[in-house]
């Protein structure tokens, strides 16, 4: 069983920053690719960023620029640092652990950008 817990989300105002933390537990093999996921209201869920175990990172064109992913191989720990806020980026965000085709979620936390 694998498990994602994550931390960092809160109240921010526009223009400020955040970093997002990921940790995951449990049978996790090295081939793996962690990523960040954000949900808001009404909407659907949408990729931000990527990243493998070598590095190789994907970010979406919403938030290239801004937000930053990266990630500690021996905490099995992605980050995600959000900056130049903006009142639509509040959401829930969710990290996300693929291993195959088995895919994780972590709980899910909130950022708030107020205007």
């Known amino acids: 069983q694998v498990q994602l817990v994550e931390s960092g989300g809160g109240v921010v105002q526009a223009g400020g920053s955040l970093r997002l933390s990921c940790t995951a537990s449990?049978?996790?093999?090295?081939?793996?690719?962690m990523g960040w996921y954000r949900q808001a209201p009404g909407k659907q869920r949408e990729l931000l960023a990527t990243?493998?175990?070598?590095?190789?990172?994907y970010c979406a064109d919403s938030v290239k620029g801004r937000f930053t992913i990266s990630r500690d191989n021996a905490k099995n720990t992605v980050y995600l640092q959000m900056a130049s806020l903006k009142p639509e980026d509040t959401a829930v965000y969710y990290c996300?652990?693929?291993?195959?085709?088995?895919?994780?979620w972590g709980q899910g936390t909130q950022v708030t950008v107020s205007s």
């Open positions: 449990g049978a996790i093999y090295s081939g793996n690719a």
């Open positions: 996300n652990l693929r291993m195959g085709i088995a895919e994780f």
């Open positions: 990243i493998s175990v070598s590095g190789y990172t």
